[in-house]
């Protein structure tokens, strides 16, 4: 399996696959060759929780081709608890900015062709 393929995986289950600085201890989404903070080469791979509270998001009204079924959604940026790391995504039904005010607890549960899908808690 490749890495994207792993992470996907893990999005499906509701987690997060993340790449820890070994000497700092940054997380990192994508793979990266050196560590953004201490410029260290060692890594390894955690899994977290893909819990956390919305950071900023989009309201999509105009869906791009293919996802007008969708609409309204949110494309929505969720920070992820007790990490450095946030982590965008689909948020269904939402319509107005009063549908989801910043700082809603929210989740990852799955992974489609609308890419991380994201639900409130
Ligand atoms: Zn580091």
């Known amino acids: 399996m490749t890495i994207k393929e792993q992470f996907i995986e893990n999005a499906k289950q509701g987690k997060v696959l993340a790449h820890k600085c070994t000497n700092c201890g940054l997380l990192h989404l994508s793979t990266v060759y050196f560590c953004q903070k201490c410029g ?3 890594f390894e791979d955690v899994i977290l929780d893909g819990t956390g509270s919305v950071a900023t998001y989009t ?5 791009p081709a293919g996802f007008e079924k969708y609409t309204p ?5 969720l920070q992820l608890d007790n990490t450095n790391l946030r982590i965008s995504g689909f948020m269904a039904g ?13 989740k990852i549960t799955g992974f489609d062709e ?7 808690q």
């Open 40 to 42: 260290s080469k060692g």
């Open 59 to 63: 309201i999509i009204t105009v869906a």
């Open 73 to 77: 959604y949110a494309f929505v940026v």
């Open 94 to 106: 939402i319509a107005t900015p009063a549908d989801l005010p910043v700082g809603t607890r929210a």
């Open 114 to 120: 609308r890419g991380m899908i994201i639900e409130k």
